[in-house]
Protein backbone atom coordinates (compact mmCIF):
# COMPACT_ATOMS: atom_id res chain seq x y z
CA UNK A 1 0.00 0.00 0.00
CA UNK A 2 1.17 3.31 -0.72
CA UNK A 3 0.95 5.96 2.18
CA UNK A 4 -1.63 8.83 2.30
CA UNK A 5 -0.21 12.23 1.08
CA UNK A 6 -1.03 15.46 2.98
CA UNK A 7 -0.24 17.37 -0.12
CA UNK A 8 -3.47 18.25 -2.68
CA UNK A 9 -1.98 16.14 -5.73
CA UNK A 10 -2.48 18.56 -8.69
CA UNK A 11 -4.87 15.44 -10.99
CA UNK A 12 -7.88 15.73 -13.01
CA UNK A 13 -10.83 14.58 -11.16
CA UNK A 14 -14.53 14.15 -11.04
CA UNK A 15 -17.41 15.42 -9.13
CA UNK A 16 -21.01 13.90 -8.74
CA UNK A 17 -24.00 13.11 -7.55
CA UNK A 18 -26.98 10.98 -7.51
CA UNK A 19 -30.10 12.05 -6.13
CA UNK A 20 -31.51 9.11 -5.54
CA UNK A 21 -35.46 8.61 -5.43
CA UNK A 22 -35.57 12.21 -4.78
CA UNK A 23 -36.58 15.49 -6.65
CA UNK A 24 -39.70 16.47 -8.57
CA UNK A 25 -39.59 17.94 -12.03
CA UNK A 26 -39.72 21.59 -10.65
CA UNK A 27 -37.14 20.68 -7.81
CA UNK A 28 -34.88 19.27 -10.86
CA UNK A 29 -35.18 22.27 -13.02
CA UNK A 30 -34.52 24.40 -10.33
CA UNK A 31 -31.08 22.70 -10.07
CA UNK A 32 -30.20 23.00 -13.09
CA UNK A 33 -30.82 26.38 -13.47
CA UNK A 34 -28.32 27.29 -10.68
CA UNK A 35 -26.00 24.72 -11.76
CA UNK A 36 -26.05 26.07 -15.46
CA UNK A 37 -25.01 29.56 -14.30
CA UNK A 38 -22.08 28.26 -13.14
CA UNK A 39 -18.79 28.87 -14.61
CA UNK A 40 -18.16 25.65 -13.56
CA UNK A 41 -20.83 24.27 -15.58
CA UNK A 42 -17.98 24.94 -18.83
CA UNK A 43 -15.42 23.85 -16.96
CA UNK A 44 -13.74 19.86 -17.32
CA UNK A 45 -11.53 20.59 -14.42
CA UNK A 46 -13.47 18.88 -12.00
CA UNK A 47 -15.64 16.96 -13.97
CA UNK A 48 -18.63 17.01 -13.12
CA UNK A 49 -21.78 14.69 -13.41
CA UNK A 50 -25.29 13.68 -11.94
CA UNK A 51 -27.47 11.25 -11.71
CA UNK A 52 -30.95 11.69 -11.62
CA UNK A 53 -34.29 9.57 -11.43
CA UNK A 54 -35.63 7.84 -14.69
CA UNK A 55 -38.58 10.23 -14.50
CA UNK A 56 -36.07 13.66 -14.94
CA UNK A 57 -33.20 11.79 -16.71
CA UNK A 58 -34.16 13.57 -20.83
CA UNK A 59 -35.22 16.61 -19.08
CA UNK A 60 -31.92 17.16 -17.27
CA UNK A 61 -29.95 15.69 -20.18
CA UNK A 62 -31.31 18.08 -21.97
CA UNK A 63 -31.15 21.59 -19.51
CA UNK A 64 -27.67 20.59 -19.09
CA UNK A 65 -26.92 20.33 -22.62
CA UNK A 66 -24.00 22.56 -23.99
CA UNK A 67 -22.41 22.28 -20.56
CA UNK A 68 -19.65 20.34 -20.04
CA UNK A 69 -21.49 18.27 -17.27
CA UNK A 70 -22.11 14.73 -17.32
CA UNK A 71 -25.80 13.46 -16.74
CA UNK A 72 -26.25 9.86 -15.94
CA UNK A 73 -28.70 7.04 -15.08
CA UNK A 74 -29.47 5.21 -11.78
CA UNK A 75 -29.56 1.94 -13.28
CA UNK A 76 -29.59 -0.24 -16.82
CA UNK A 77 -30.94 -3.84 -17.31
CA UNK A 78 -28.23 -5.80 -19.33
CA UNK A 79 -30.65 -6.56 -22.57
CA UNK A 80 -31.21 -4.03 -24.91
CA UNK A 81 -34.85 -4.92 -25.08
CA UNK A 82 -37.38 -7.25 -24.14
CA UNK A 83 -40.18 -8.15 -21.64
CA UNK A 84 -38.64 -6.78 -18.71
CA UNK A 85 -41.26 -4.65 -16.99
CA UNK A 86 -40.00 -1.90 -14.96
CA UNK A 87 -36.40 -2.01 -16.63
CA UNK A 88 -34.86 1.04 -18.56
CA UNK A 89 -32.45 -0.61 -21.48
CA UNK A 90 -29.12 0.93 -22.35
CA UNK A 91 -30.60 2.16 -25.57
CA UNK A 92 -32.98 3.93 -23.80
CA UNK A 93 -30.21 5.36 -21.39
CA UNK A 94 -28.75 6.65 -23.97
CA UNK A 95 -31.43 7.71 -25.82
CA UNK A 96 -32.60 10.18 -22.85
CA UNK A 97 -29.25 11.78 -23.33
CA UNK A 98 -27.37 10.36 -20.74
CA UNK A 99 -23.34 9.46 -21.02
CA UNK A 100 -22.88 7.47 -17.96
CA UNK A 101 -25.17 4.82 -15.76
CA UNK A 102 -24.28 4.03 -11.94
CA UNK A 103 -24.11 0.27 -11.49
CA UNK A 104 -24.34 -2.13 -8.15
CA UNK A 105 -25.14 0.38 -5.92
CA UNK A 106 -25.30 -1.12 -2.19
CA UNK A 107 -28.75 0.04 -2.02
CA UNK A 108 -29.51 -2.15 -5.03
CA UNK A 109 -27.10 -5.02 -4.26
CA UNK A 110 -29.04 -5.22 -0.70
CA UNK A 111 -32.67 -4.68 -1.59
CA UNK A 112 -33.44 -5.39 -5.23
CA UNK A 113 -31.02 -8.44 -5.63
CA UNK A 114 -28.03 -6.99 -7.51
CA UNK A 115 -25.23 -9.35 -7.52
CA UNK A 116 -21.58 -9.26 -8.61
CA UNK A 117 -22.77 -11.54 -11.37
CA UNK A 118 -25.20 -8.71 -12.98
CA UNK A 119 -23.30 -6.10 -12.39
CA UNK A 120 -20.59 -7.23 -14.99
CA UNK A 121 -23.12 -7.82 -17.62
CA UNK A 122 -24.94 -4.71 -17.21
CA UNK A 123 -21.04 -3.00 -17.48
CA UNK A 124 -21.04 -5.00 -20.48
CA UNK A 125 -24.15 -3.58 -21.48
CA UNK A 126 -23.40 -0.17 -20.97
CA UNK A 127 -20.01 0.01 -22.78
CA UNK A 128 -21.51 -1.22 -25.87
CA UNK A 129 -23.28 1.48 -26.40
CA UNK A 130 -20.52 4.24 -25.14
CA UNK A 131 -21.92 4.60 -22.00
CA UNK A 132 -19.55 5.06 -19.07
CA UNK A 133 -20.51 2.78 -16.20
CA UNK A 134 -20.47 4.44 -12.74
CA UNK A 135 -19.40 0.99 -11.45
CA UNK A 136 -20.12 1.23 -7.35
CA UNK A 137 -18.34 -1.44 -4.88
CA UNK A 138 -18.05 -1.65 -1.35
CA UNK A 139 -17.56 -3.43 1.84
CA UNK A 140 -20.09 -3.57 4.12
CA UNK A 141 -20.24 -3.78 8.19
CA UNK A 142 -19.12 -7.14 8.81
CA UNK A 143 -16.36 -7.27 6.13
CA UNK A 144 -15.00 -3.89 7.60
CA UNK A 145 -15.39 -5.25 10.89
CA UNK A 146 -13.25 -8.87 10.61
CA UNK A 147 -10.34 -6.64 8.46
CA UNK A 148 -11.86 -8.01 4.75
CA UNK A 149 -12.24 -4.82 3.08
CA UNK A 150 -9.71 -5.55 0.72
CA UNK A 151 -10.92 -9.12 -0.52
CA UNK A 152 -14.26 -7.69 -1.11
CA UNK A 153 -13.60 -4.52 -3.02
CA UNK A 154 -11.11 -6.69 -4.94
CA UNK A 155 -13.71 -9.42 -6.04
CA UNK A 156 -16.12 -7.40 -6.66
CA UNK A 157 -14.22 -5.43 -8.81
CA UNK A 158 -12.80 -8.09 -10.63
CA UNK A 159 -16.49 -9.34 -11.24
CA UNK A 160 -17.54 -5.73 -12.67
CA UNK A 161 -14.71 -5.57 -14.91
CA UNK A 162 -14.92 -9.37 -16.39
CA UNK A 163 -17.02 -8.81 -19.47
CA UNK A 164 -15.08 -5.14 -20.01
CA UNK A 165 -13.44 -5.15 -23.45
CA UNK A 166 -9.97 -3.40 -22.60
CA UNK A 167 -9.35 -1.84 -25.85
CA UNK A 168 -12.59 -0.68 -26.34
CA UNK A 169 -14.77 2.99 -25.52
CA UNK A 170 -16.38 4.16 -22.41
CA UNK A 171 -14.05 2.43 -19.77
CA UNK A 172 -15.69 2.41 -16.34
CA UNK A 173 -15.24 4.68 -13.50
CA UNK A 174 -15.14 3.37 -10.24
CA UNK A 175 -16.96 4.26 -6.62
CA UNK A 176 -15.69 3.29 -3.46
CA UNK A 177 -18.67 2.99 -1.78
CA UNK A 178 -18.54 1.45 1.93
CA UNK A 179 -21.83 -0.04 3.07
CA UNK A 180 -20.69 1.60 6.71
CA UNK A 181 -20.22 5.37 5.61
CA UNK A 182 -23.15 5.41 3.12
CA UNK A 183 -26.86 7.09 4.28
CA UNK A 184 -27.97 9.09 7.27
CA UNK A 185 -26.31 7.14 9.75
CA UNK A 186 -22.64 6.52 7.78
CA UNK A 187 -19.66 7.23 9.70
CA UNK A 188 -17.03 9.12 7.58
CA UNK A 189 -14.06 7.09 6.30
CA UNK A 190 -10.76 8.10 7.39
CA UNK A 191 -8.72 9.37 4.21
CA UNK A 192 -5.42 7.09 4.47
CA UNK A 193 -8.08 4.44 4.59
CA UNK A 194 -10.15 5.30 1.38
CA UNK A 195 -6.88 6.01 -0.27
CA UNK A 196 -5.63 2.24 0.47
CA UNK A 197 -8.83 0.95 -0.22
CA UNK A 198 -8.50 2.65 -3.78
CA UNK A 199 -5.24 1.39 -4.47
CA UNK A 200 -6.60 -2.17 -3.72
CA UNK A 201 -9.30 -1.48 -6.55
CA UNK A 202 -7.05 0.19 -8.98
CA UNK A 203 -4.98 -2.93 -8.69
CA UNK A 204 -7.83 -5.24 -9.16
CA UNK A 205 -9.04 -2.91 -12.08
CA UNK A 206 -5.51 -3.07 -13.82
CA UNK A 207 -5.25 -6.74 -13.37
CA UNK A 208 -8.31 -7.20 -14.97
CA UNK A 209 -7.56 -4.94 -17.88
CA UNK A 210 -4.05 -4.25 -18.05
CA UNK A 211 -4.95 -0.50 -17.38
CA UNK A 212 -5.80 1.80 -14.61
CA UNK A 213 -9.28 2.89 -13.96
CA UNK A 214 -10.23 6.10 -12.26
CA UNK A 215 -11.80 5.42 -8.71
CA UNK A 216 -14.13 8.02 -6.58
CA UNK A 217 -15.15 8.02 -3.39
CA UNK A 218 -18.28 8.39 -1.81
CA UNK A 219 -19.40 7.88 1.70
CA UNK A 220 -20.44 11.02 3.97
CA UNK A 221 -18.71 13.29 1.82
CA UNK A 222 -19.02 16.66 3.00
CA UNK A 223 -17.56 20.48 2.57
CA UNK A 224 -15.78 19.76 5.56
CA UNK A 225 -13.89 16.84 4.37
CA UNK A 226 -14.25 16.78 0.53
CA UNK A 227 -10.29 18.29 -0.08
CA UNK A 228 -9.17 15.73 2.48
CA UNK A 229 -10.56 13.13 0.75
CA UNK A 230 -9.96 14.22 -2.67
CA UNK A 231 -6.55 15.09 -2.20
CA UNK A 232 -5.30 11.59 -1.37
CA UNK A 233 -2.88 9.81 -4.46
CA UNK A 234 -5.26 7.37 -5.13
CA UNK A 235 -8.29 9.28 -5.33
CA UNK A 236 -10.02 10.65 -8.37
CA UNK A 237 -12.92 12.34 -7.26
CA UNK A 238 -16.11 12.29 -5.20
CA UNK A 239 -19.27 10.55 -5.54
CA UNK A 240 -21.57 12.70 -3.14
CA UNK A 241 -24.57 12.51 -1.69
CA UNK A 242 -27.24 14.63 0.24
CA UNK A 243 -24.57 17.51 1.00
CA UNK A 244 -24.55 17.72 -2.99
CA UNK A 245 -28.37 17.50 -3.47
CA UNK A 246 -29.08 20.91 -3.55
CA UNK A 247 -27.44 23.25 -6.14
CA UNK A 248 -25.57 25.34 -3.65
CA UNK A 249 -23.68 22.39 -1.50
CA UNK A 250 -23.19 21.31 -4.86
CA UNK A 251 -21.01 23.68 -6.54
CA UNK A 252 -19.14 24.05 -3.37
CA UNK A 253 -17.73 21.43 -2.90
CA UNK A 254 -16.51 21.05 -6.59
CA UNK A 255 -15.28 24.60 -6.14
CA UNK A 256 -13.19 23.70 -3.21
CA UNK A 257 -12.31 20.35 -4.32
CA UNK A 258 -11.11 22.10 -7.48
CA UNK A 259 -9.03 24.74 -6.30
CA UNK A 260 -7.09 22.71 -4.10
CA UNK A 261 -6.31 19.75 -6.29
CA UNK A 262 -6.69 20.23 -9.72
Not at 31 to 48: E, K, N
Request: aromatic fraction near 6%.
Amino acid sequence: MTSASSQPLKKPLWIGTSWKMNKTIAEADAFCDVVRASPLASSRAPQLFVVPPFTVLDRVASALRGTSIMVGAQNVHWEDQGAWTGEISPVQVADCGASLVEIGHSERRTYFNETDETVGLKAAAAQRHGLIALICVGDSHSEHAAGTSDEAVSRQTRAALAKIDAGGAALPVIAYEPVWSIGEKGVPAEPDFVNAQHLVIKEAATAALGRDLPVLYGGSVSLANAVALASQPNVNGLFIGRAAWQADGFLAIAAEVGAACV
